[in-house]
């Protein structure tokens, strides 16, 4: 459709001077996109949503909440654990950039077998204080930190920091309730896939996330509970991204979200099994799996016989990688993990045998960052410096470093300290 051009919507939608013909369709105002915005006019872009180049920011240092089944139909079922809006928030680069960090947040999970969801902290399950287009100032550390001394990889990207409301690690793969002691009455949503699915389709279509710009550079990264939902959502994010993706402009960062599975080498009393279950961790994957309603890396759940095992690194890792950059972030005796499970320095056998089937099992892994202490997450905006955020590491093998060269597409290194 050909429109009359005004001044104001000439330099987004070209094809003509003020008042004549556009080659586009209609514009709106950049401000019914988001609160983001407080000038200037968008016009339907090549792609799907909205072409924001010439949108004016209302401050480059806030940050905007986003709740997607706000703003458009389509994502009523990007929900949290109590049908809640999950949101996420975002804060444009001060310049133009084509540079996105991406990052899913973590907290755990519940399944009702070794973690009670009756017993989950309530900000977990529900939305954020936070209101759809707020504006606020949230301050970031690690890899979504605008100070380049601390982050010079992307301090000056497109930040997206996904808020973590599902309890299912960002695997459920469902839009239904389903039972839950956390709602005995109505059961729980487990949706993760779709909030995911949910915030990339918005960000593409409000805020210039752009597949069909070839300079489109992507780190799809989470923390923790987020590490593993990241590459769960590999595939959501090819589908969302795929001729980034095919470029090989889609990068995965995996912090503190590597699994394997855990063999005590002494079944006796106490038994080392993840929290309160009774069973092995395979049998608790396994039944975790059917609780969300979760798929994991579906090349990898058609490879294999027991689809739960996709769960572990050394079974994903092969499938993920084949597609995508991986980098992986794991303590080889991470406190969360060995935590879990109820090991620490009281139980030197137990800890032993935990770290060397840690290494063992990243064996395979060519992009790899690992130190031999304790530490937990070190990417996370909101808790990677209490484990010493992108500084850990030896000299000139900085995680901060070793971040930097992936990026960059050099030669695969592994970093074990």
């Not at 939305?127 to 982050?151: F, H, K, M, W």
């Not at 795929?242 to 080498?265: C, E, H, M, Q, T």
């Not at 009281?346 to 992009?367: C, E, H, I, Y």
Request: aromatic content about 10%.
């Amino acid at each position: 459709m050909r429109f009359t051009c005004t001044l104001a919507c000439v330099a987004s939608c070209g094809g003509g001077e003020d008042g004549e013909l556009c080659d586009t369709g209609t514009p709106i105002a950049c401000a019914e996109l988001g609160g983001t915005w407080n000038g200037g006019m968008a016009c339907p872009a090549a792609r799907s949503g909205w072409d924001v180049s010439a949108c004016v920011r209302v401050n480059p240092t806030q940050w905007e909440t986003v709740e997607p089944a706000i703003r458009d139909p389509r994502w009523a079922t990007a929900r949290c654990n109590d049908g809640t809006p999950f949101d996420f928030q975002i804060q444009l680069a001060s310049e133009s950039s084509k540079v996105w960090v991406i990052h899913l947040e973590g907290g755990g999970a519940c399944n009702d077998l070794a973690n009670q969801c009756s017993a989950r902290d309530r900000v977990l399950t529900t939305t954020s204080p936070r209101v759809d287009r707020e504006l606020s100032q949230t301050p970031g550390c690690c890899i979504q930190s605008r100070d380049a001394t601390i982050n010079p990889t992307f301090a000056t990207a497109n930040y997206v920091r996904a808020t973590y409301c599902s309890s299912d690690q960002w695997e459920g793969a469902t839009t239904d309730r389903r039972p839950s002691s956390g709602d005995p009455v109505n059961g729980w949503y487990f949706s993760g896939h779709t909030n995911v699915a949910a915030l990339l389709a918005v960000v593409g279509e409000r805020y210039g996330l752009d597949d069909s710009d070839p300079n489109t550079e992507v780190l799809f990264s989470g923390s923790s509970a987020g590490g593993f939902g990241a590459h769960s959502n590999a595939a959501v994010v090819e589908a969302a991204l795929p001729k980034s993706a095919a470029r090989r402009r889609v990068r995965l960062l995996i912090d503190a979200g590597w699994a394997f599975d855990w063999i005590d080498p002494d079944p006796a009393p106490p038994d080392f099994l993840l929290g309160d279950a009774t069973v092995r961790d395979a049998a608790v994957w396994q039944q975790t799996r059917t609780f969300w309603g979760a798929t994991f890396d579906p090349a990898c759940e058609a490879a294999v016989v027991e689809p739960s095992t996709c769960f572990y690194g050394p079974v994903w890792y092969p499938h993920v990688a084949a597609r995508l950059p991986v980098l992986i972030q794991q303590s080889s005796i991470d406190l969360a993990f060995t935590g879990s499970h109820r090991i620490d320095k009281t139980q030197p056998a137990a800890l032993a045998a935990w770290r060397q089937q840690a290494k063992d099992s990243l064996v395979g892994v060519s992009w790899l960052f690992s130190g031999d202490t304790s530490y937990h997450v070190l990417a996370d905006p909101v808790w990677g410096d209490t484990f010493g955020g992108l500084a850990v590491g030896p000299a000139g093998s900085t995680f901060r470093e070793v971040l930097g060269r992936f990026w960059a597409d050099g030669t695969p290194e592994r970093v074990e300290f």
